[in-house]
């Protein structure tokens, strides 16, 4: 039999690193995350593309705002809360989106891409709340936390939106590509060959419909701010 002197610090040190592989990794602002791509940066938002290959895990990493995430790609993956279980895998496609409203605390998680195809998710992170949301809406609404609404639009191939007004600042984001045609009332109108992931940062007052000039479906997310 060993003395005890000997089994005590083997007991100690089993311990002690029972303990460091429970603990999860120190979790780093989202905008440090490397898979999170920084894309826009201004006083009202963070635009960033998040790419993980199949098999991949992001770092543990701080949401401290408001977000809304679109997916522009088929993926299967699960999240992972600091020193608990992975959580069951979701199955995404294109053009699904999510929100979160923060509460009192940050929220903290790493993503694993199950597989097999890429996940790639356009994630606005939204800087201010107002202090007096608008209460008027552009369109029906998909989603919408303090912060923001959002409206998805899917079209047919020749498909047109209803004439729709943003009075605040919105963030136009292809889920999809297609050829898309924005048409103003005086019948002014452009069209753009978009790809999954465009987006375009819109200031001003805009009243128009949206248009698939294409011969595939399309989709186009709008997050206004409130």
């Known amino acids: 039999m060993k003395p005890w002197f000997n089994i005590v610090p083997t007991i100690v040190l089993l311990t002690l690193f029972a303990a460091q592989e429970s603990s999860a990794p120190a979790p780093v602002p989202v905008d440090k995350e490397p898979h999170h791509h920084l894309l826009l940066k201004n006083d009202q938002l963070l635009v960033m593309r998040v790419t993980l290959q199949p098999g991949e895990r992001s770092l543990y990493h701080v949401h401290s705002v408001d977000d809304v995430a679109v997916w522009l790609g088929h993926s299967s993956a699960a999240q992972q809360l600091p020193n608990e279980p992975e959580g069951a895998p979701a199955e995404q496609k294109p053009g699904n989106i999510s929100l979160r409203t923060l509460h009192e605390t940050p929220f903290t998680h790493r993503v694993h891409n199950l597989g ?13 709340r107002p202090e007096h949301p608008s209460t008027g809406a552009a369109g029906p609404v998909a989603g919408e936390n303090p912060s923001a609404r959002v409206y998805k639009w899917t079209l047919a191939p020749g498909g047109v939106t209803p004439m729709h007004t943003h009075q605040r600042p919105y963030l136009i984001v292809a889920a999809t590509g297609f050829q898309l045609k924005m048409t103003a009332p005086d019948g002014q109108s452009v069209t753009h060959e978009i790809q999954p992931g465009d987006f375009h940062w819109v200031t001003t007052k805009v009243t128009h419909t949206l248009a698939n000039a294409g011969t595939g479906e399309g989709q186009i997310i709008e997050i206004e701010l409130k």
Not at 116 to 128: A, C, M, N, Y
């Open 116 to 128: 097999p195809g890429l996940f790639d998710v356009l994630d606005v992170e939204l800087l201010q």
